[in-house]
């Protein structure tokens, strides 16, 4: 028997999405640029939730 292929996640389909961010020292302003953070839909495995 098989294993059914898993779906991929409907928001990230890798595990990981891209986030912006904030720089400066009191006057805090999202930079333009981009980093990677963990999907917390699928909670990184790529998979679609079952539940």
Known sequence: MRK?????C???QAGQVLEP???GGRKKRTSDDRQ???CLTCL???E????
């Open 4 to 8: 059914p292929k898993p779906v991929p």
């Open 10 to 12: 409907p928001d990230c």
């Open 21 to 23: 961010f904030q720089v």
């Open 36 to 38: 990677g953070a963990l």
């Open 44 to 46: 990184g495995t790529g």
């Open 48 to 51: 679609a939730p079952t539940d």
